[in-house]
C-alpha cells in the first residue's frame, strides 16, 4: 500500500516517522520544505504536493492545524479522487466539517476516515499513541493496519465524524484537568508543602491523571513546553462548547476555562505553550511553582508496541 502524509508539524511529523520507521511505503509533503528534505533523508518521497499525492498513493493521510487547512488540501485532492483511494483525516477538527469533507470524497467514489489521536506527542512519537476511526466497518478493516504502526490503542467509533466529537472532548477534559492541576500545586506551594513531594502524593492518588504525570513535569521542571499550544487549546475548547451549545447543554465549567486561557493569551501570546497557564497564578501569588529532579523534555518510556483494535464493551 502507497501512503501519503501531508502536515509534518508538531504530531503529524511524529505519526508519519512511525510509518517510515516501521518500513512502509510513504511519500510526504508540507509547506515546510525543510520538514520534507528531513524526511526524503530518511527514505521517504517528495509527495510534491496533494494533488499528486492522491494520485499516486492508495491512502493519503492528513495532520493539519485547523478546519481550513484541511479544507484546502481536499479540494485541491478532490479531482484525483476515486475508487481505491482512501482520506484519513488525522487533524483535530470540526466534526460537521469532517463530515462534509468526507461526503465529497465518498461523492468522488473514494473512501474517508476520521481518525484524531489522542495521548500527548512524546506517545506519537514512540507510536504508542491512541486512535479514534470514524468510518464504516469495512474500510476501518482496511486501514487498520496503516493505523496500528502509528497507535497503540485502536477505536472503531461509527460514523465519520464520531472520532472528532471524542476528540474534543477529551481534549476538553485535558484542559479542565490543566487547570485544576496548576491550582494544586500552587496551592500545596503556598501552604509550605514540598513540590516534589506534592507531585507524588497527587501521582499515587485518586486524583492523579495523565495530564497530571506529564504536563506537571513539564511545569515543575520549569520546560512549560509539551508541544501543545493555546491557540490550539482554544479551538478544542472552543468545539467543545460549540457542541454544546448546539444541543442546549447549559455548562458552567467550560465558559470558565475559555476565559482563563483567552487571558493566558494576551499575557504571554496566542502560540505560548499551554503549561505557561502556570504562570498567572505565579504571577497573582509571587510564588514560584517549581521544583528539582524534574525533566525538561517528555520520553515515552513504554517499548513501541504494533497498536491493535479496542474492543467495545457490550
Known sequence: ????????????????????????????????????????????????SPAMLMQNC??????????????????????????GKIWMEMSTTDANEVKRLGALVIEAGGEAVDCPVSGGCHRADTGNISIYAGCKRSTFDKVLPVLTHMGRRILHVGDIGNSSLLKVMTNYLATANLITVCEAL????????????????????????????????????????????????????????????????????S???????????????????????????????????????FPRVLIDEELEERGKEVVVRR
Do not use: W
Open 186 to 253: 500552587t496551592v500545596m506551594k503556598a501552604a509550605g508543602m514540598d513540590m516534589g513531594m506534592t507531585y507524588e502524593a497527587i501521582s499515587m492518588s485518586s486524583g492523579t491523571s495523565f495530564v497530571h504525570e506529564t504536563e506537571s513535569q513539564m511545569i515543575l521542571s520549569g520546560s512549560r513546553n509539551v508541544n501543545f499550544t493555546m491557540d490550539l487549546i482554544q479551538k478544542d475548547i472552543g468545539l467543545f462548547q460549540q457542541i454544546a451549545d448546539d444541543h442546549s447543554v447549559p455548562l458552567e465549567v
Open 1 to 48: 500500500m502507497k501512503i501519503g502524509f501531508i502536515g509534518l508539524g508538531n504530531v503529524g511529523g511524529k505519526l508519519a516517522g512511525s510509518l517510515l520507521r516501521n518500513d512502509l511505503n510513504l511519500s510526504v509533503h508540507d509547506l515546510n520544505t525543510s520538514f520534507v528534505a528531513d524526511f526524503v533523508a530518511l527514505g521517504a518521497r517528495d509527495g510534491v
Open 255 to 293: 465558559p470558565l476555562i475559555i476565559d482563563i486561557m483567552t487571558d493566558g493569551q494576551k499575557r504571554y501570546g496566542e502560540r505560548a505553550q499551554s503549561d505557561r497557564i502556570i504562570e498567572r497564578l505565579e504571577e497573582a501569588t509571587g510564588l514560584s511553582i517549581l521544583a528539582e529532579g
Open 58 to 83: 492508495d491512502v493519503v493521510i492528513t495532520c493539519l492545524p485547523n478546519p481550513a487547512a484541511s479544507d484546502a488540501v481536499v479540494t485541491e485532492m478532490l479531482p484525483h479522487v476515486g475508487p
